[in-house]
């Protein structure tokens, strides 16, 4: 009585790792745990109808959910892998080489093998998701689910959502050790909080028959409380959901707004008395001036820079727009070349990281009506 989400997932992995059922990798603490009997437990996927219906399977990348990634490719089912932490994207499709054999497909179900045969699903692509799985450190008989703690398998759901990913009545999955189906009191679940369908251990396939709604989409207006602040600043493809929110006229206000989000109808006007004072009013809070990197000293004048090639940009849109955007997106460049007569711009960034974090974030950005077609130029180093 009275454990909270933390008190039940230091149980869990106090009681695998002291009881010998915690297998590699050690120690479980801190993650989606792996066990004994985890590939028995996933060969009962196979069994269940909703995974014989599906066409298109959605699995975490854990350890303990390896079995469930090679049953998807054995059935020649689309594999569906997210990219770790979202730093690159939400899915990975696992597409096997032509003629893989048996063992082909087991590398192709680990860790390495999502690395080295997966090609990216943007928020473009019309993923139809009929079965999700994702992994969990407890969860209860009625499919109350506790994750790790850091929130990512919640924000997966709900950005599958608001992509059209997954519908109301898309089954979930999870894959767990008897001794990880708990009692777990129904106030500690949040509206945020993925719940489960069907629970599968070495032993036993449980259908929860739960009622309990499951996100509709990512609650902006919760996002201090949830991590999305946080989030935003570490998720490029999450930056870009937000900004095609907000475009399609959804509150998507942040509680406690991060200053880097700060509101841009006011930041895209400001203040002459600052425009005077700051030759680059449109910066995010932080981002580095022309010719300076706070981050780097030593990269102060540098003759070196990455840029980033915008195209297809209408004609009737305006630099403050696209300014603003970057902004938003929290990809504000060390400098902006605006072509507008040619429909194009040219973003500057003073390290390649940065660079490839606004490819991340403006990829599949409409403005104005115009999908962006963004790309690193052609010849993107300047001297002097």
């Given amino acids: 009585a009275g454990r909270s989400k933390w008190d039940i997932r230091e149980e869990v992995w106090e009681h695998l790792e002291a009881s010998g059922l915690a297998e590699f990798p050690r120690p479980v603490r801190g993650r989606i745990p792996n066990f004994k009997g985890s590939l028995q437990a996933c060969c009962s996927l196979r069994e269940l109808e909703v995974f014989g219906r599906a066409r298109e399977v959605k699995v975490d990348p854990d350890k303990p959910l390896e079995g469930a990634r090679l049953a998807a490719l054995q059935a020649r089912k689309t594999l569906l892998v997210p990219t770790p932490r979202l730093r690159t994207g939400l899915f990975n499709r696992i597409v096997p080489p032509p003629g893989a054999t048996k063992e082909m497909l087991r590398r192709c179900a680990t860790s390495q093998g999502v690395r080295d045969f997966s090609v990216p699903v943007g928020l473009d692509d019309k993923a139809q998701v009929d079965l999700v799985v994702v992994g969990s450190v407890a969860v209860s008989e009625k499919g109350w689910r506790i994750g790790k703690g850091e929130g990512y398998a919640d924000m997966e759901y709900a950005m599958m959502v608001s992509m059209g990913a997954v519908q109301e009545d898309t089954p979930v999955v999870t894959i767990v050790h008897d001794c990880q189906v708990l009692d777990i009191a129904e106030e500690l679940l949040g509206d945020h909080d993925l719940t489960v369908d069907y629970i599968l251990t070495p032993t036993r396939t449980i259908q929860t028959n739960c009622k309990r709604p499951k996100p509709q989409g990512i609650m902006w207006h919760k996002a201090r409380a949830l991590g999305c602040s946080e989030m935003l600043g570490k998720i490029p493809i999450l930056k870009t959901l937000h900004w095609r929110e907000k475009q399609a006229g959804k509150d998507v206000t942040l ?130």
């Fill in 255 to 384: 509680q406690d707004e991060h200053p880097a989000l700060a509101d841009t109808s006011r930041a895209a006007t400001p203040d002459k008395k600052v425009m005077a004072a700051n030759p680059q009013p449109w910066a995010a809070p932080g981002s580095a001036p022309v010719g300076s990197d706070p981050v780097n000293p030593k990269s102060e004048g540098s003759d070196t820079v990455t840029t980033v090639y915008v195209g297809n940009l209408p004609g009737s849109l305006r630099v403050s727009q696209l300014k603003s955007a970057l902004r938003e997106l929290q990809v504000v460049p060390a400098a902006l070349k605006w072509q507008g007569a040619q429909h194009r711009a040219f973003l500057d960034y003073r390290d390649q990281g940065a660079a490839h974090r606004a490819l991340s974030s403006l990829q599949g950005l409409t403005l104005g009506g115009n999908a962006l077609r963004v790309e690193l130029a052609k010849s993107h180093s300047n001297k002097g």
